[in-house]
């Protein structure tokens, strides 16, 4: 499967800044407040947009980033929140698959984080998956594979952590990624997250953000920029 025309997101300016000053920009274009970059990323063709942050935000621009940008592929880039002990700042995580923390149908008989009519989790695309972590170790970059869980809200108070944590065994949470493949789902199109941790979701959280989003965020756009390379080379 070659991938010739691939949407990239962040929620962040910092998330797609270092992307921006790589990429040589064709167009632009604007719809429902988001600016679309299109244009060449080492080689590969990419429309690139910051979708701001949240669940609605970001499936509003994924479907303009596939109805417009008419893009085959999704790949999102950012920070994220660690929710289990072993993961460090700075780590990489490609997601398994996405799902939501603050979807609750449990009184229908749902399990939670499941939307009716759903998978509860959506499954990220294998191919784009295996081309993050080539990139990831060519780069010599850490990297591990796993859950993400996506929620409209930023984890830092005492207890959130570890019920996440308990309940969907997730790596990281954010508060796009759900939403971003539930659009990419609704509409056949692959996707994947990638995601350089921040914080740990704790106490300090906040504080952490600010101190390491802007180099973590960094780090996961240079492996998006060698993803870039290697897919523009397998055509
Ligand atoms: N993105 C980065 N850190 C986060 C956190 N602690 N909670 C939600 N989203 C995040």
Redesign the pocket.
Known sequence: MGIHRLGILGALDEELEFLQNRMRCTSTWQRAGKTFFEGLLEGLTVVLSRADVGKVNSAITTQLLIDRGEVEAVIFTG???ALVADLEIGELVIASGALYHDVDVTAFGYPLGQVPRLPKVFATDAFLNRELQLACTELGLQHRMGTIASGD????RPGQRETLAENFGALA???EGAAVAQTCYLNGIPFSLLRAI??R?DGI?PDD?RAF?KRAAQRAAQVITRFCRRLSATG
């Open positions: 920070v994220a929140g809200s930023f984890i830092s949470v954010e508060m921040s914080d979701a959280a953000f989003s």
